[in-house]
Structure formats: structure tokens, C-alpha cells
């Protein structure tokens, strides 16, 4: 089974603040990773699919890149709304979610 | 808009039985595969199972294989889960997901399952 793991566990930044979260997994994925956001108390949303595509809706701070085993999903402009907790989530083989990031303002 | 509202939740004794519903709408359900994603209380996500269109293929969770059944009745426009055998760790909130491709682009609002006795 492919493992998924999520760097850093918890994340604090301020507004404005360019944010990186990261997900490494345990073999090669070939891209086929998404990225959702789940606010307190609500259903998860897709952000990013296929590593870098950018779900209809999604505010453009939003942004995902990566390939082979590496990937990351970048919020260029930390905004108050953003809090919530992230999730990256492979399909090649399987499915796994990564173990989350809480992302909280400073 | 599309709308996925689940069912079915609720306090059940450790071993005994529990049938989850998905009732879809706002789009053509026997177009897309449907999924069942749970998250326990504090935790994160963890997919549970996936059945195709048509339900040729259908794949489960090491963790609930044998245990769980995922079905769907295209003509009524709902998922199901069957779960059996349940456990205390089986306790979460279950959501259904539309999957389109490899990603879940809608979700439910989900349905709590605590096992406990």
C-alpha cells in the first residue's frame, strides 16, 4: 500500500504569508494526487487535482505542483478564510489520504 | 447543484449491523462512480470504498473487507453501505462522494456512526 505523508502536522502563519504544505509519498504516484480543504465542522472540498490543476470555484492563491514521490500545494497570499485543515490524497494505486495539515494564523 | 445527502446513521451495539444511504441529485447518477470516504472523531480521512457506474468494480478498505458491502440502485439515485461486524473503531462520520476521474468533486455533508455499547 502506498503511504502518504503530510509536512508539517500544523502550520501557523499570518495573513498574507505564502504557505507551503508538503506530501511525500512512499513510491511513485505519477501525479495523480489531489489536495482538498476541510473547514471546522464541514465536508471536504476539492482544491487541486491531478497535482496541479485548479478545481472551478478555487481561488487562484491556490496552486499545486510536484511529480514522482514530492508534491506541494503553495497558497501564494494567506487569507483569514483559508484556515482549515488540508489533505493531500493519491489514486494511482489504491487510495490514501495523507494524515492532514492543520493550518492556523498567527 | 448537486446534492448528496446521506442517511441511515446512529448509536449501534459492538456486532451488530448498520445500513448507510446516499440519496443524489443535480446530476446523472449512473454517469460516476460513487464513493464512501469516513473520518472518526479528531482524525482524518480514510476511504472506505468505491463502486463504478455501473457497478462493475467495486473495492473496499483492508480495514472493512468482508465486513462492509457497497451497493447502489441507479434507478432510485442512491449509494449504500452495508456494514456488519461493526467495531468500536468503525465509529465516524461517513460521508459519500461523486468521484469524477480519480478526484471527489462532491461530497456529502455526512452521517455519524457510533459503535458503542
Known amino acids: ?106 | 447543484e448537486v446534492q448528496l445527502v446521506e442517511s441511515g446513521g446512529g448509536l449501534v451495539q459492538p456486532g451488530r449491523s448498520l445500513k448507510l444511504s446516499c440519496l443524489a441529485s443535480g446530476f446523472t447518477f449512473s454517469n460516476y462512480g460513487m464513493n464512501w470516504i469516513r473520518q472518526a472523531p479528531g482524525k482524518g480521512l480514510e476511504w472506505v470504498a468505491s463502486i463504478s457506474s455501473s457497478s462493475s468494480y467495486i473495492y473496499y478498505a483492508d480495514t472493512v473487507k468482508g465486513r462492509f458491502t457497497i451497493s447502489r440502485d441507479n434507478a432510485k439515485n442512491t449509494l449504500y453501505l452495508q456494514m456488519t461486524s461493526l467495531r468500536s473503531e468503525d465509529t465516524a462520520l461517513y460521508y459519500c462522494a461523486r468521484r469524477n476521474y480519480g478526484s471527489y468533486v462532491d461530497w456529502g455533508q455526512g452521517v455519524m456512526v457510533t459503535v458503542s455499547s
Open chain 1, 1 to 106: 500500500d502506498i503511504q502518504m505523508t503530510q509536512s508539517p502536522p500544523v502550520l501557523s502563519a499570518s495573513v498574507g504569508d505564502r504557505v507551503t504544505i508538503n506530501c511525500k509519498a512512499s513510491q511513485n504516484i505519477n501525479k495523480n494526487l489531489d489536495w482538498y480543504q476541510q473547514k471546522h465542522g464541514e465536508a471536504p472540498k476539492l482544491l487541486i487535482y491531478y497535482t496541479n490543476n485548479l478545481q472551478t470555484g478555487i481561488p487562484s492563491r491556490f496552486s499545486g505542483s510536484g511529480s514522482g514521490t514530492d508534491y506541494t500545494l503553495t497558497i501564494s497570499s494567506l487569507q483569514p478564510e483559508d484556515v482549515a485543515t488540508y489533505y493531500c490524497y493519491q489514486y494511482n494505486s489504491g487510495w490514501t489520504f495523507g494524515g492532514g495539515t492543520k493550518l492556523e494564523l498567527k
